[in-house]
């Protein structure tokens, strides 16, 4: 999506259970996961105002993960 890009670019130093993505508008991208009832945590640290993380744990249903990569692909 046009709007975000991941904070580490590099897939060989990248996590494979948490990516963090950088909004162009912070602000914005918060909101608009919030009125859809969608909690994003932010980043850690000097990335905690600026990032938006996104982890994959087992105890997250595969249902929630597809709905947000539907909302990612059709935030604005």
Not at 18 to 38: G, L
């Amino acid at each position: 999506n046009e709007h975000f890009h991941l904070l580490v670019e590099n897939p060989k130093t990248r996590s494979r259970t948490v990516v963090s993505i950088v909004p162009k508008d912070m602000v914005k991208a918060t909101e608009f996961f919030k009125n859809k009832n969608v909690i994003i945590g932010k980043g850690y640290g000097e990335w905690k105002n600026n990032t938006l993380r996104i982890a994959n744990f087992p105890a997250i249903p595969n249902e929630d993960f597809d709905e947000l990569f539907r909302l990612l692909e059709n935030y604005v």
